[in-house]
């Protein structure tokens, strides 16, 4: 899979885009039972209203763990949270009231 130039970097893993798809790719160290639980939490948030990515497929990029899922496109809440620093509180109560539906 030619991954090309990461569009995100994080402590744990690199994002690409390809395809149309978001590929997420684990640092090396990881073990894969992290990808797993990883994978596994996004896909009940799938199942809720939360808008998130939809898991594709768990596998192996170039030797490390990886999730393919759907890309969106969008803004990133941390992206939300520094150009709209005044709003920060207002994304927070929403994101946590979604949450409280879901678990009721």
Known sequence: MNL??????????TM?????KMVK????????????YEAAKQRIVYQTSLFVP?????????????IIMEYIEGKTLGELFQENGEQVRRYLEQSM????????
């Not at 090309?4 to 893993?13: C, E, Y």
């Not at 939809?54 to 990886?66: D, F, N, P, R, S």
Request: hydrophobic share 30%.
């Open 25 to 36: 790719v684990f640092n090396k160290n990881l073990d894969a039972t992290y990808v797993e």
């Open 4 to 13: 090309g130039k990461p569009i995100a970097k994080g402590n744990t893993a």
């Open 97 to 104: 009231s979604k949450q409280r539906i879901q678990s009721d």
């Open 16 to 20: 690409y885009k390809v395809n149309g």
């Open 54 to 66: 939809e898991v594709i497929e768990l596998t192996k990029v170039e030797g490390k763990q990886a």
